[in-house]
């Protein structure tokens, strides 16, 4: 009943840039936090960058200064702007939201399938 599809990703080389969205559909009543995700080939999921309704962010130290998350809250849309992208940027964006569906009290976490990023040295 609620799906987010990720778009956006690719290959790039190091240094250039590159811009993911998500986008959430369904029956949604509200959605709170908005976030990415990334997974490396072999390694755990680890938070990018997170972002409220009111638009505060946060996020992880190795993308601070590189990468720039927002929201367009009457799209149910995050984004993520990549700059100055390096080879271990390398994984999979999954897009995450925290909300409540329509007719529910409860706040339940979903994810996206995933996009590909690859950045070539």
């Known amino acids: 009943q609620v799906q987010l599809v990720e778009s956006g990703g690719g290959l790039v080389q190091a240094g250039g840039s590159l811009r993911v969205s998500c986008t959430a559909s369904?029956?949604?009543?509200?959605?709170?936090?908005m976030g990415w995700y990334r997974q490396a080939p072999g390694k755990q999921r680890e938070l990018v960058a997170t972002?409220?309704?009111?638009?505060?962010?946060n996020s992880a130290d190795s993308v601070k200064g590189r990468f720039t998350i927002s929201r367009d809250n009457a799209k149910n849309t995050v984004y993520l702007q990549m700059n100055s992208l390096k080879p271990e940027d390398t994984a999979v964006y999954y897009c995450?939201?925290?909300?409540?569906?329509?007719?529910?009290?409860?706040?339940?976490?979903?994810w996206g399938k995933g996009t590909q990023v690859t950045v070539s040295s």
């Open positions: 369904g029956s949604i009543f509200s959605i709170n936090n």
């Open positions: 995450k939201a925290v909300l409540k569906q329509s007719g529910s009290s409860y706040l339940s976490n979903y």
């Open positions: 972002i409220t309704s009111g638009g505060s962010t």
